[in-house]
Nanobody, 121 residues
């Protein structure tokens, strides 16, 4: 069993900041990619930012220069620091992790339950 738990969403005014956290726990022998996706009402889920176990990052064009992603491999935790937030950043944000369990040779994708981020004045 693997659990993915997010925290840190909420309501913020345009131009404000929020920090999302996500911790993966359970039967884990390795985590490769961790990241954040988001889904706004009426839109498809999209990738926001990802980070590999080695620290390589990738960002959606819409958040470059405003969002940063980091991870603590000792805590199996990934963070998304969101600055200069805009109303169009409003969405449910989902944590994502590719995990290998001790008894498996395969990597599987796990998702958190989602946390709401609302940017509004």
């Amino acid at each position: 069993q693997v659990q993915v738990v997010e925290s840190g969403g909420g309501l913020v005014q345009p131009g404000g900041s929020l920090r999302l956290s996500c911790t993966v726990s359970g039967s884990i022998s390795g985590i490769s990619v961790m990241g954040w996706y988001r889904q706004a009402p009426g839109k498809q889920r999209e990738s926001v930012a990802t980070v590999t176990s080695g620290g390589s990052t990738n960002f959606a064009d819409s958040v470059k220069g405003r969002f940063t992603i980091s991870r603590d491999n000792t805590q199996n935790t990934v963070y998304l620091q969101m600055n200069s937030l805009k109303p169009e950043d409003t969405a449910v944000y989902y944590c994502y992790a590719e995990v290998k369990s001790p008894r498996s040779v395969n990597w599987y994708a796990y998702w958190g339950q989602g946390t709401q981020v609302t940017v509004s004045s």
